[in-house]
């Protein structure tokens, strides 16, 4: 008996969870679903005690997902991500 072999790589899709900014505790790369802006947000942005790095300011709350655990992500592997989920991407 022949066992057989799939061709190509196998696709595994995993849901991103949505955040709001203020629920954004690790380094990494968010992309904010609304408007599909890039947000890198490095390990000395999340520094206990110092000021924030990254402040935003709106009236509306979009939520945000996380890309990758990697702020420094490609743009080119975001904007794939994003597409890969039905995001638009803005950058």
Known sequence: MAESKA???QKQQTTLQQLSWNEITE???YVEVATGA???V???AL???ASPLIKIESSGSSPYVQLS???FVLALE???MC???NIQPGF
């Open 7 to 9: 061709s190509g790589f």
């Open 27 to 29: 380094p990494g790369a």
């Open 38 to 40: 890039l947000y890198r």
């Open 42 to 44: 490095p390990q000395e």
């Open 47 to 49: 520094l206990k005690g």
């Open 69 to 71: 655990k990697n702020p």
């Open 78 to 80: 975001a904007r794939m």
């Open 83 to 85: 597409a890969e989920h």
